[in-house]
Structure formats: structure tokens, C-alpha cells
């Protein structure tokens, strides 16, 4: 049976809260440059595959503060915004198109938020494989770093970074197959329309050529008729009369 967290803990984790949500308020109002820098920066690619971490807004927040946030940023980077800098805003708009656009759909947010829950149970699983060993060592009274609120929510950030990671490098594993998959049938599909080809030109030659054949055949019956009955009548000389004697 799990104990009561102990009162220490407890406003530990409330002045931790509190911390948070500071953080997220100054971030709320970080300038468009500052907030196309975040997007952009180097690592990006990991980081934006969480959509949650691109519009900074926590898993359990509604549909509804979501899309607030989402405006909010994209009216930031918006390239017309940020003449200056349109390419790169061009490209932060995108990041930010895209995660609204995932978290928008019903699920497509689900699976964002089932990712985001097999983290924290992974978290915990690793955790009690922690305090399990400190026992057996006989260290239990020591604690272990995620003992620490801000250390638990960084491991539980960590754990869903890399679940989103593996996410995307199954999703480009099954596009590669599947590409390779389709290009595979598509060149034999050519191979057999390139055999039907040969094999109906191969049969429109031969058939045009039939009638030459039948007239060459039927010429060469025809001279080698007349060949003979002339060598006949040429091979029959009758006997020369032999002049009466006298």
C-alpha cells in the first residue's frame, strides 16, 4: 500500500507548480523572434515532433486553450509579421500549422496524449526498479533524483521525447517499405507491359508477313512446276527416219 505523501513533498510540489507556471507565463509573451528561435533552434527536428512542446501547452489542457495558444503563435511568426526574417517565420508557421493540425484531430491528439501516458508509466516502471534496488542495497532511506519534482516532470519530458522519436522513425521505416514496395510492383508492371508489347508486335509481324510467305511459297511451286514439264519435253526427242535404199 502507498503511503501518504509526507507535508514536505507536498509544498515541494506546489512551489514547483508555481515555478511552472511562471515559466510558462513568461514564455507566453517570448517575441516573435525569440519564439522563432525556439522553434528553430539547433535539435528542433527531436524536439517538434511533440506538439504539446510546440505550442507549450500541457497534455491535460482543453481542445479549446490549445487552439488560444495556437493563434497566439502563429499571429507571432507569422511570416507577413516578420519581414525581416519571412523564411525562417515561413518555416516556424509551418512547425506551428502542423501541431495544431495534430492536436485538432480527435485522434490523432489521442495518440499525442496515450504517448505522453505510456512516459509517465514507463517513469514510474523505472522508478520503482530504482527504489527496489536501494533496498536490496539497503540505501533506501538515501532517495533516488526523482524524488524531486522538477526532476520527475524533466524524466517523464525525456521518456516522451523518445517515444515520439521512435514514433516518427517507425512512421519513416513503414513510408520507406512501403515506397520500396510500390516501386517494386511499378517496375513489374513495366517489365510485363514491355513483354506484351514485344509479344504483340513479334504476332502483328509475323501476321503481316504470312501473305508474302504463302505468295513466295506458292511462286516457287509454280516455277518449279513449269521447271520440270519443260526439262520433260526437252528429255523426249523421237528417232530420226532413216532414208530408204535403193
Given at each position: ?19 511552472v ?6 514564455d ?9 528561435e ?24 482543453t ?12 499571429i ?56 527496489k ?50 516501386k ?55 528417232p ?7
Amino acid at each position: 500500500m502507498t503511503s501518504a505523501p509526507s507535508t514536505g513533498k507536498v509544498e515541494s510540489f506546489d512551489e514547483f507548480y508555481c515555478e511552472v507556471k511562471e515559466i510558462e507565463k513568461r514564455d507566453s509573451v517570448l517575441t516573435p523572434k525569440q519564439q522563432i528561435e525556439r522553434l528553430l533552434r539547433p535539435g528542433s527536428t527531436y524536439f517538434n515532433l511533440n506538439p504539446f512542446e510546440v505550442l507549450q501547452v500541457e497534455p491535460e489542457s482543453t481542445l479549446d486553450e490549445i487552439k488560444k495558444k495556437y493563434r497566439r503563435l502563429s499571429i507571432l511568426v507569422h511570416p507577413d509579421k516578420n519581414i525581416d526574417d519571412s523564411e525562417r517565420a515561413q518555416q516556424a508557421f509551418e512547425i506551428i500549422n502542423r501541431a495544431w493540425k495534430t492536436l485538432e484531430n480527435d485522434d490523432t491528439r489521442k495518440k499525442c496524449l496515450d504517448i505522453h501516458e505510456e512516459a509517465k508509466e514507463r517513469t514510474d516502471h523505472m522508478i520503482e526498479q530504482k527504489r527496489k534496488k536501494q533496498k536490496k542495497d539497503g540505501r533506501l532511506a538515501e532517495g533516488i533524483p526523482e524524488d524531486d519534482p522538477v526532476k520527475y516532470k524533466h524524466a517523464v519530458y525525456v521518456m516522451t521525447m523518445k517515444l515520439f522519436a521512435d514514433m516518427e522513425r517507425k512512421r519513416q521505416h513503414l513510408e520507406t517499405r512501403d515506397m520500396e514496395e510500390r516501386k517494386r510492383k511499378r517496375e513489374a508492371e513495366i517489365e510485363h507491359e514491355e513483354q506484351m508489347s514485344m509479344e504483340k508486335e513479334w504476332a502483328k509481324n509475323f501476321e503481316e508477313s504470312r501473305q508474302n510467305r504463302v505468295d513466295s511459297w506458292k511462286t516457287f511451286q509454280s516455277g518449279s512446276g513449269k521447271e520440270k514439264k519443260k526439262k520433260k519435253i526437252q528429255g523426249f526427242k523421237p528417232p530420226k527416219p532413216k532414208p530408204e535404199s535403193r
